[in-house]
């Protein structure tokens, strides 16, 4: 099985800042790489597929890349709609899904 | 825009049973896979099946397998989750999924959720 590794695990980071979230594979997953936003008491939001594509209706802030086993998430310009916990997913094993365990943006 | 609308959750014994369905609009729901996927009180996302569009591939994670049945009704754009056997570590939030592309399992657009207790 595939395994996605987050980290940080949780951060803190102030209105305006950019943030940087890493996602590793276990093993090479090319660019089957997801990106989700969950807000508190809400369901996901996709944000980025294919490791960099933006999902349409989400804003530029919001950047992916990476491919084999390293992957980035990039949030630009921090606001407050923005704090919240971010999830890596990988598809290259589709239809089986494997999450990594999540980042939360908290405020500093 | 794409709606999920999960129902069925609710307070069930360990061993028991509960069916989940998930009523979908405003797209064609026969051409998309779909899927649900959990999330445990204060934990992370855990997908735990897949169906293809036409209903006739079912795909599950080992922690249901043989316990949990994905299927569909594609006249009335609805999908099923029949849990038996549950276990207090079924306790979740289940969403509904609709995949990304006629081939692609994984989500694009997810649903608000239906809460699942398993406890006696």
């Known amino acids: 099985d595939i395994q996605m590794t987050q980290s940080p695990s949780s951060l803190s980071a102030s209105v305006g800042d950019r943030v940087t979230i890493t996602c590793r594979a276990s093993q090479n997953i090319l660019n089957h790489l997801n990106w989700y936003q969950q807000r508190p008491g809400k369901a996901p939001k996709l944000l980025i597929y294919?490791?960099?594509s933006l999902q349409s209706g989400v804003p530029s802030k919001f950047g992916g890349s990476g491919s084999g086993t390293d992957f980035t998430l990039t949030i630009n310009s921090l606001q407050p709609e923005d704090f919240a916990t971010y999830y890596c997913q990988q598809s290259y094993t589709t239809p089986l899904l494997t999450f990594g365990g999540g980042t939360k943006v908290e405020i500093k | 825009e794409v709606q999920l609308l999960e129902s069925g959750g609710g307070l069930v014994q360990p061993g028991g049973s509960l069916r989940l369905s998930c009523a979908a609009s405003?797209?064609?729901?026969?051409?998309?896979?779909m899927s649900w996927v959990r999330q445990a009180p204060g934990k992370g996302l855990e997908w735990v099946s897949g169906?293809?569009?036409?209903?006739?591939?079912?795909y599950y994670a080992d922690s249901v397998k043989g316990r949990f049945t994905i299927s569909r009704d594609n006249s009335k754009n609805t999908l099923y989750l029949q849990m038996n056997s549950l276990r207090a570590e079924d306790t979740a939030i289940y969403y509904c999924a609709k995949g990304a592309d006629s081939s692609g399992y994984w989500p694009d657009y997810w649903g608000q959720g239906t809460l699942v207790t398993v406890s006696s």
């Open positions: 169906l293809s569009g036409s209903g006739g591939s079912a």
């Open positions: 405003r797209f064609t729901f026969s051409t998309y896979a």
């Open positions: 294919a490791a960099s």
